[in-house]
């Protein structure tokens, strides 16, 4: 850099204030400081506008004080690298992560609330993926299904995408299948709450195993027994996906 | 299609599907910002062909930072590069501003410290972001509210810029006028000091003031008249050019909009009518 330092602690004061709203950081430059308090504001609103539209449910489930504490917390100390500011939030998730909010606020289930909202922006935007080539007869047990590719599949260990909130305790501790896909239809993003073992099926589909060597695998690991119930529920679970053109077809 | 004394649209999503669905609002070209659509699949993604199927697009980056001390991000500008050429951008410009410092993106236009060394810096790397992009960009004369340490006045700064880095200028009259009047100058000075012949387009924009002595570069707002006739008395002493509403809040209906790209355009055909014959 070619810069004198003056002029490098020029920037770097303005770009602290505006981080930080603490006017120690511009005091001795040579600069209108009465004006310096509209760019804190409006350098603050854009990420806490951005955080509150990304994280709804989060936001409302946040007192004032602590939901004001949390993003000037990261605004502050967490440097934003994504130049797309619609994907930073994403970096505001990975930071609530690591500084544990969930334990200093007593939410146990934040992380997961927050994964959740983040994976409606994520599918919602996600790159347009390139569709397989299948065909459109086959049999669901022995032929390998193909699923289309718009789609996260997620484990989360607190159910926040069936229940309110103020509802989930420390009991419903757990785990829990979440899948998001994109609709081939008009690209809106749907969830499902999935089983564990439906989740296993997705994921072994994924990797180009028949639902018949699936659905044994799951009861060979589980060590459980398979029953006529079971194969009608999979059977009619795997028809469902066909409907809603998450399977899309057969190899 | 030529866009050339053509009246544009900034492209907002929250206008998107009304605008693609309706002839109301009829721009004669689009400008979109990168950083809003690089990597974006999906349903947003179809919208974004949509409308380069059926317009002209000139594109303006949020995220460039050529003001910044940190150096350029040459992933970021393999993005951009790809997306201009997705897009067939006609004209690309960014913010004589920064939005990135010490490694972390601030989202917002910052003001560069108008010292020399500031300039010789910027002016370098614009040259290599046109090397890079392979195209002449245009640097936009951002609105501010206070700059630290200036060694020089505003157009001084820009001029030498623009001179070092051999670029062309996207001139922005509201910005102009919102700077002129936070600062106390003479606008109609300031911009016969401007480089008039290497404006690749024109900015117009609402802005808001919020005390006696300050405006803020808002975009949330109509233009006001003394912006309109700023404008007029500007682009008398210019070739034709592009020229583009920049609305990006309290978006109005669109009827409204294109009620501010025709009050342009008006201005636009009876000032520039006889260089376009
Ligand atoms: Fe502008």
New interface residues.
Partial sequence: MKLKDTTYKAYSGIAKYCRTGDSKHIKDLELRQDRMPHYRRLVFNITKNTLKQAYPITFKLFNNAQWEEVVDDYFKNHNAQEYRIWLMPKEFYEYVVEKKYAKKYNMPFLNDLLLFEWIEIEVHTMEDEIFPKIKKEGDIWNDILILMPEYRLLQLEYPVHIKQTKEITAADKGNYFLFSYRTLENKSVKFMDLSILFAFCIEQIEEGNTLKDIVKQFFTLTNSEFNNEIKEKTESFIKGLIQKEVVLGFK | MSVEGKVGIGFRRDFATNFLNSDVLKPGFVEFAP??W?????????KLEAVVEKYPILCHS??MSIG??D?L?MN?LKDIKQFLDDVNCQMYSFHLS?A?????????L????F?E??A??VA?KIKRVQDFLNRPVGIENSSY??????EMEEVEFINKVIEKADCKMLLDVNNVYVNAF?HKYDAKKFINDLPLEKVLYIHMAGHLQ?NED?I?DTHGEPIIDPVFDLFEWTIAKMKPVPVLLERDFNIPKLAELQGEVSQLQGIVNKVWQTVEK
Wanted: proline share 8%.
């Fill in positions: 950083e809003n690089i990597g974006m699949g999906g349903y947003w993604r179809k949020l995220s910044s001390p150096d991000d970021y920064f990135k410092c010490d490694n972390a993106h601030l989202y917002e910052l003001p560069i410290p010292t060394d500031a010789n810096h370098e509210y206070a700059t630290a340490i200036p936070n919020v300050t803020i």
